[in-house]
Every structure is written in C-alpha cells, then in structure tokens.
C-alpha cells in the first residue's frame, strides 16, 4: 500500500470516529444519516446480548443481565472509539515514514507509540523520526486530551437524564402500583373531588414526557438503562400514562379532558419519536393488551371510584382508536427492548414496592410474639 493510500486511510478513519463521536456526544437531536458508526456498534451489540437474555428461563437473572447492557454498552463504544483514532494515528505515521510496507511487529510499534501518544503517557521509548510524524504525534496528543475531556464531560450530562427519568417512575409506585397502571392510578383517586388531583398528575406526566423525549433522542443509549426495580421501566411508565390519559378522555369529562388530551398527545410524540430510532419495521403483536378479561377487571377496578365506566359501546369504541394511535408503538418497542409492558389492570392483587422489605418476615414475627407477652401477663 502506497504512502498516500495509507494517510487517505488514517485520515478517513479518523474523520468518521470524531464525526461519530461529535454527533452522539453533542449534538442534542436525532440523527437522520444512517450509515454511522454507533448505529452499527448497537446494532451489532444488543442482538447479540438480548440472543443470550433471551435463552436465561429465571426473569431477575435476565433482567439483571439486561441492566448491565448500557453501561457496559457505553464504555465498550468509548473503547471503540479511542482504539480507532489509536489506529488512524498509526496509519498516518506509517504515512509519514514513507515506507511501502511494514511487518506486523514494526505496525505494533507504530500502534504503541500512538496510543500512549494518545492518552500522553510521554514514555518516550519510542519517538517519530521526521518532522511530520512529530506533527502528528502532537496533534494526537491534543485530540486525545480533548477528546477524553469531552467523553468525561458527556457521562455526567446523561446520568443526569437518566435520574431525572427515574424520579416519575419512582412516584408512580405509590400512585399506580407495581408495575404501575392506569386502572390503580385511576383508582387510587380521592373519592371527593378527584378533577384538580387528577389534573394536576396529568400535568405532571405532560412534564416528565417531554422531558423523556428531549433526553431519550440527545441520548438515545438511555433507552437500553433498565430501572431499579424488575417490575418497572420507563417504557412501562409512559404506557400506563397513556392507558390512564386514553381512559380519562374516553369518559369524556370536560373537566379533565382538556390536560389528559395535552398529556396524551406529549407522551405519544415522546413513544413515536423513541421507538423510530430503534424499530424501523412495523411487527403486529401476537397478543392484545386490552383482552375482554382485562376490559372486564378494568371495569371492576374502577366501579366503585367516581371514574367508573359507562355502559354501552361509545366508550370502547373511542378507547380503541385511542388505543391504535400508541399501543403497536410501545408493543413494537416493548419486543425491540425486552420491556414488559403494564397490564390495564391487575387481575389479582400485588404488593406496592414500598411495601416490601428484607425485615418485613423478621418484624411481623417479633411484633406477634410482643403482643403474646402482653397477653400473657
């Protein structure tokens, strides 16, 4: 290979993996080109990590494994990138040398001088011998220093995201149950006068889907975090959101309406912008959410609260074309994401998280045998 093709190489390697780094890093909105390199790594990466996920039968072992895929995601891309300006540096200093051909040990040597280069390790064992291949070094120099203090200045920034994400669905264990949904949240509305709490939520959940949108596509890797718990999610969350806001503007109360239609329409632009970064491809899904049992224990659920549901079929019918405008999209990416989605209601009764303790068996004993003694004597 000739001087020339090897620096139009580095070269071009070079440019991609800071224009990569550029796009993901600090642009803050989605990205239309398709041919990029962190849009290869995760499409290489997650199938292969959700190919095992899928194959482990216990769900807390899955969901712990699938926990570990965004951060370790997001550390194997910043080694790909930094190993890739390692090589393109090698490339142009190779170019620099002049020389046709290399042995693989004299391109190691190449590689070694440009990584600790890179991360300015200045040993000094081993140096350029030209001009240009100084040039180089120096260059690469500053671009690593530069290029580790933005990656360092980047993970803050989207921790930061994912903690501000986390504080609704957090919220909602109390409010909807776990996992949350729209029949619990509707239930546990105050018997009198529920209008301002409800509104209020909704207005709320508004909030917090717009700011899922804007975090989710800046930092698109933040839909691969799971949340604390096995039985919640974001993804989950902002469904519920939506089941309860298609619910309130089906019963067709002017007094909430209004705020759960500016709900629902924010928290479905937030699940249609999300999902086409990650599903390009429509997949009908095998089964339906909202089955006749679940329609039955929804209106079970909600009888006995001021947001019973009426008889006749105007209600379930406008509930379905509700229903179309979000469900093949959080189902689509449900699938993509290994997410279980909320059901509308449950059809037994589960335990609130917060309800649940390592100490709980322990106290509840102690406590008997207390009120024993007291007994006793």
């Known amino acids: ?13 070079a440019a991609a993996i800071l224009g990569d780094a550029f796009e993901t890093v600090l642009v803050p909105r989605r990205i239309g080109r398709r041919v990029r390199l962190t849009r290869y790594f995760y499409l ?3 199938p292969v990590w959700r190919s095992v996920a899928l194959a482990i039968r216990k769900h807390s072992r899955r969901e712990a494994l699938l926990g570990f895929y965004g951060p370790s995601s997001l550390i194997l891309l910043l080694v790909c990138w930094a190993l890739g300006l390692i090589v393109a540096f ?6 620099a040398l002049g020389v046709q051909s290399l042995t693989w040990r004299q391109f190691g040597t190449v590689i070694y001088l440009s990584g600790e280069t890179f991360f300015t390790l200045g040993f000094g064992d081993i140096t350029p011998v030209n001009i240009m291949g100084r040039v180089l070094s120096v260059l690469e120099a500053g671009m690593g220093f530069g290029f580790l203090g933005t990656v360092v200045g980047y993970l803050p920034t989207m921790y930061a995201g994912f903690a501000q994400r986390e504080v609704e669905i957090a919220l909602l264990d109390a409010r909807a149950g776990s996992p949350p949904t729209a ?6 509305m105050p018997a009198e006068n529920p209008i301002p709490v409800l509104n209020d939520a909704m207005r709320d959940w508004e909030r917090w889907s717009a700011q899922l949108l804007e975090t989710h596509i800046s930092y698109p890797q933040l839909a691969y975090y799971r949340s604390q718990h096995a039985n919640q999610s974001w993804l989950g969350s902002l469904t519920a959101v939506l089941d309860a806001s298609a619910i309130v503007i089906a019963l067709d109360d002017p007094r909430n309406r209004r705020q759960a239609k500016m709900t629902f329409a924010m928290a479905r632009h937030a699940l249609v912008d999300i999902t086409q970064i990650f599903v390009t491809r429509y997949v009908p899904a095998r089964v339906t959410r909202l089955t006749p049992e679940q329609y039955a224990a929804l209106g079970a659920v909600l009888a006995p609260t001021p947001m019973r549901l009426p008889e006749g079929d105007a209600f379930g019918e406008h509930l379905a074309e509700l229903r179309l405008l979000y469900e093949p999209y959080a189902e689509s990416l449900a699938s993509y994401l290994l997410i279980d989605l909320p059901p509308w209601a449950h059809l037994e009764s589960r335990r609130d998280n917060w309800r649940g303790g390592p100490w709980d068996r322990t106290l509840a004993i102690r406590h008997a045998a207390e009120h024993s003694a ?3 004597f």
């Open 1 to 13: 290979m000739t001087a020339g093709l090897t620096a139009l190489g580095g070269i071009w390697l």
């Open 44 to 46: 290489f990466t997650w």
């Open 90 to 95: 090698a490339l142009l200093q190779v170019a």
């Open 183 to 188: 029949a619990e949240f509707l239930r546990r």
């Open 374 to 376: 007291d007994d006793h």
